[in-house]
């Protein structure tokens, strides 16, 4: 998620509008879909809003994945050589258990619904079943078919 701002000129004066965007992948290009209205922001609001945009998805869980001291190392690919075979969806599911996480959804339900004889926790169940129709809104039986 990133800042994004637009410029309207409204009574003769111009205006700069603030948003919190986040780029999906839809087909084969990259658009950006507004998570929230931020309005008209000083230099702290902005400094605040990437503050929650970090706090809201937090810190990447695999960021020295691919670190492994080359940064500057660069590698000759043949373009027309490369083909996209079984890709998924990614992008939507991340973010939606990364904003779980971030507000303590998790922890709150393993809090509150206590663990009893089934096989698969309350707490787990309720996030894939939010992250299901945060991602794709459709029926209960639809997510136990699909996901």
Same mark, same amino acid.
């Given at each position: 998620?990133?800042?994004?701002?637009?410029?309207? $000129?409204?009574?003769? $004066?111009?205006?700069?509008?603030?948003?919190?965007?986040? +780029?999906?992948? =839809?087909?084969?290009?990259?658009?950006?879909?507004?998570?929230?209205?931020?309005?008209?922001l000083?230099?702290?609001?902005?400094?605040?809003?990437?503050?929650?945009?970090?706090q809201? =998805?937090?810190?990447? &869980?695999?960021?020295? %994945? #691919?670190?492994?001291?080359?940064?500057?190392?660069?590698?000759?690919?043949?373009? $027309?050589? =490369?083909?996209?075979?079984? +890709? @998924? @969806? #990614?992008?939507?599911?991340?973010?939606? %258990?990364?904003?779980?996480?971030? =507000?303590?959804?998790?922890?709150?339900?393993?809090?509150?619904?206590p663990?009893? $004889?089934?096989?698969?926790? *309350? &707490?787990?169940?309720?996030?894939?079943?939010?992250?299901?129709?945060?991602?794709?809104? +459709?029926? &209960?039986?639809?997510?136990?078919?699909? *996901?």
């Amino acid at each position: 998620m990133y800042l994004r701002h637009t410029i309207r $000129k409204k009574d003769g $004066k111009l205006h700069r509008y603030w948003r919190l965007v986040r +780029s999906v992948r =839809i087909g084969g290009r990259v658009v950006q879909q507004t998570v929230a209205h931020l309005g008209e922001l000083d230099e702290n609001g902005r400094i605040e809003a990437r503050a929650l945009a970090r706090q809201l =998805i937090g810190t990447p &869980e695999q960021s020295g %994945l #691919f670190d492994d001291g080359s940064q500057q190392a660069t590698v000759p690919v043949r373009v $027309k050589g =490369i083909r996209l075979e079984r +890709s @998924r @969806r #990614f992008g939507d599911v991340y973010l939606a %258990l990364a904003l779980w996480r971030g =507000i303590g959804l998790g922890e709150l339900l393993q809090k509150l619904l206590p663990e009893g $004889k089934e096989r698969v926790p *309350w &707490e787990k169940m309720a996030t894939v079943l939010v992250a299901a129709r945060l991602c794709e809104p +459709s029926s &209960e039986l639809h997510i136990a078919e699909d *996901w």
